[in-house]
């Protein structure tokens, strides 16, 4: 009523009285304060030319962008179902949480999983289960070549560099592999204190843009390799020639992030962008690549030596092959990364349609190996969204011989999939160098968690794999795992995918592999 009061009686007479009425009123100032900046705000709304909504709906159509921005905090908390959430639904999230805390993690009720939706895949049971073993097997990594061969984990560290990375994570990320005795793979950001002092077990993951081993002008520079990866602590050391979330394309590490500490780390200069470029200078062609590998191995002094990559085409994959069995020598080991990996920030078109996902990816791997017949000289990992013991044992029965997790590790660490990984602005200070949100993150806390997490996950998988009837990894089958094709019909990965023989491609390739298999080049990347 007042407020009414007084504006009508600035509306009805200009006169000096009704102006000192108005202002003289209790309400004159705080009405002021709120409706002058309204105003201003309003007027720069109309006269500005960059958001149409703006022009039509002045300072009302703020609230769109408002609710805009927290639009992905809403959909989490309060939209999204336990089991449709994306990359990683909340069931998943749950059960990584509860497990890094030590606590329980089983669920009521059954499932609210729709076992007959197309595409719903399932573990075989037997009737003759067996007892769980009480020590997780272990993979040995190292093949004819290799002088100092490693015993991997079942389940492992992703990489994920320092710098993508805070310092805080690294640590906590490394010392749970040390307290777990499983491996962390670096990343491609270089070797870094927080890489080795925790003394957890490291594979040196070296990229397109060498850091950590490069010369000035960028190329690679053996004699600092050779003396990094001499380091104990590095047990083997990868070659990445892609990644899942970005196969084919390279990376940008943008100038404000380049701080004194990554220059060091990366042999960059200090606040400049970093490039990585997408391909590699070292090699151009498969024989190249397999020269190169047999010299890093060389260099490291006869460590376990690999590469990583998220597979594309078949037939340069069978080059790769070819030029493994002209120059009489093989990797130690190939990561699989799946087209569904997501640790680095990507252009949403290549995140979503460029690079096979981890089933294909994998399939595609196994088969090349055994049909030319160096499957038993070569370790496969699997990396892409494993954060469960079912994830495992799933990739483990489509050809891995173990499995890495990014992701799911970051979970671990206190990752809320906020998603703004790239933005230096994460609220728990996984990924960020910000160190007032870096801080966030206590590494005693932490580093615990990275320990039991992992530890849970092998458990649960041994557990799985001992209600299937089967003790070690090796026993594990094709037909161990069923997909519902539609919702009348399932069938076995056995009867769903073309699994080649030993030294087939060799003898007499498979029609639907005979074409690739012959125009595969070994000194040409033939698409």
Known sequence: MMRTAIVALILAAGTAAAVAAAVSSPWWWPAAALLVPLGLLGAA?????????LRNYPVLGHARFLLER??????????????????????????????????DAEQPYGTERDVYRTGYEYLVPSMAPRPVPETPPRVRVGGPDCDRPYDMALLN?????????SANAVLALNGGAAAGGFAHDTGEGGLSEYHLRPGGDLIWEIGTGYFGCRTRDGDFDPG??????????????????????KPGIGGVLPGPKVNAEIAKVRDVPEGRTVISPPYHRAFSTPRELVRFLARMRELSGGKPTGFKLCVGSRRQFLAVCKAMLEEGTTPDFIVVDGGEGGTGAAPMEFADHVGAPLT????????????????????????GKIATGTDLVKRLVQGADYGNAARAMMFAVGCIQAQRCHTNTCPTGVTTQDPRRARALDVRD????????????????????????????????PHMLRRRIDPYTERSYAELYEWLGPGQLLAEPPRDWAAD???????????
Request: aromatic share 8%; glycine share 6%.
């Open 45 to 53: 709304d109309l006269l500005q030319r960059r958001h149409s909504v």
């Open 70 to 103: 927290i639009r992905p905090e809403v959909q989490q908390y309060f939209v999204e179902r336990n089991y449709d959430g994306r990359p990683f639904d909340r069931d998943v999230r749950t059960l990584v949480y509860e497990r890094a805390k030590g606590t």
């Open 157 to 165: 560290v992703s990489a994920m560099s320092f710098g993508s990375l």
């Open 224 to 245: 600092e390799f050779a003396a990094k990866a001499a380091h104990d602590h590095v047990k083997c050391v990868s070659l990445k020639l892609s990644q899942g979330a």
């Open 360 to 383: 294909e990816g994998l399939l595609t791997v196994h088969n090349a190996l055994v049909g030319t017949g160096l499957r038993d000289r070569v370790r496969i990992g699997a990396s």
């Open 446 to 477: 932490k580093t615990p968690r990275v320990r039991r997490f992992q530890e849970a996950t092998v458990a649960s998988a041994l557990q799985i794999m001992a209600a299937m009837g089967v003790t070690d990894p090796a026993e594990l089958r």
């Open 517 to 527: 298999w012959k125009a595969a080049d070994p000194d040409r990347f033939t698409v």
